[in-house]
């Protein structure tokens, strides 16, 4: 076969479409992969020591609190009394974010849970240098709120990496992709998501308070306060809104046409520090919700299909190659 043919042939073969892996995002994979290595470590780590079930209770206790889904509830109620926007209880929005909170519950807690031991045993065992020896002796109500900042910190640096790193905002793009935002949307989001924060976030955890555990109660609170920033309200807190995030704050977060400011998921400081807070106007009306040119599939669009099929394509999504 002459060269011009052997030519003539890749151009046929390259017409007929890509290969079936170039349709595949290899990043996002290897994200995967790297989240089951870290549960596989805390896995084994758990069952060699006879305790997995009882961590899985205790990530439960701490993540499905009855104080979040009090707060939860109370919050779905404010929404209804005093909305941003006013839209059905059942918007497509709504319901689809029901499913998100069905995953979460099922899948997502265990995993969190799984990520933090799994994190925490990778790091203490092969970093074992950066645990901070002289913490030990300082009192609790120091080291505890250090501590809890310093995850803060740790958060707001993966929210920073899940928006500046391609492989990582197209977990993070389900998120944003909600239109009709509501505190159910906090629950919006890939598993997949989740791995990076974890593992920044147990760096000071294990740097600070190698020996000791941090109160349940202090991690569902700090759960709650990320909870209550998705609220379909327009609270920005007063005078406590220029430290903690807040509904309205963090809704200019979501903004359609960019999501480059208010990354805080606690506190506010560390936008500011960064350059990237912007406190919202008091008469301002709320702004639309979303991405541009909507590149993860929403409910929200006409040809969108029932909402567990569609909670499949979503999750699947970022394996995919984009478009573009
Ligand atoms: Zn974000
Ligand atoms: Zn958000």
């Known amino acids: 076969m002459s060269v011009s043919q052997l030519q ?20 996002s994979f290897a994200i995967a992969a790297l989240t089951g290595l870290v549960v596989w470590v805390a ?6 020591q006879g305790r997995l079930a009882a961590v899985l209770a205790a990530g439960r206790a701490e993540l499905a609190a009855p104080l979040l889904v009090a707060l939860v509830v109370a919050t779905g109620i404010c929404e209804r009394l005093w909305p941003a926007e006013r839209r059905p209880v059942l918007a497509r929005g709504h319901v689809q974010d029901i499913c998100y909170l069905g995953l979460h519950a099922v899948v997502v807690i265990p995993l969190m849970t799984l990520l933090s031991v799994g994190a925490a045993a990778l790091i203490g065992g092969h970093a074992r240098w950066i645990e901070l ?14 501590t809890i900042v310093a995850m803060d910190a740790a958060n707001w640096l993966a929210h920073y990496a899940d928006h500046r790193l391609g492989p990582l905002w197209r977990f993070h793009a389900l998120h944003h992709s909600q239109e009709e935002l509501s505190v159910l949307t906090s629950f919006r989001a890939h598993p997949l ?42 609270w920005s807190f007063g005078p406590l809104g220029r430290v903690v995030v807040s509904p309205a704050y963090h809704r200019l977060h ?33 702004g639309r919700t979303g991405l541009a040119g909507r590149p ?5 669009d006409g040809a969108a299909g029932p909402a567990m099929l569609l909670l499949a394509e979503q999750l699947i999504e970022p394996f995919q190659a984009r478009r573009s």
């Open 296 to 300: 993860v599939p929403v409910e929200q």
């Open 254 to 286: 979501h903004a359609r046409e960019s999501q480059a400011v208010n990354l805080g998921v606690v506190l506010t400081i560390w936008d500011v520090l960064a350059g990237r807070a912007v406190f919202p106007a008091w008469s301002a009306a709320p």
């Open 193 to 234: 998501m989740h791995t990076t924060g974890f593992l920044l976030a147990t760096v000071p955890v294990v740097a600070l308070m190698p020996t000791r555990p941090i109160a349940p109660v202090l991690i569902t609170s700090y759960v709650c306060i990320g909870t209550l920033q998705h609220a379909n309200l327009r």
């Open 133 to 146: 020896r002289a913490t030990q002796h300082w009192p609790g109500w120091l080291v505890v709120p250090l």
């Open 8 to 27: 003539a042939r890749a151009q046929v073969t390259g017409a007929a479409g890509p290969a079936w892996w170039r349709r595949l995002s290899p990043a």
């Open 43 to 48: 896995v084994a780590n758990l069952v060699s």
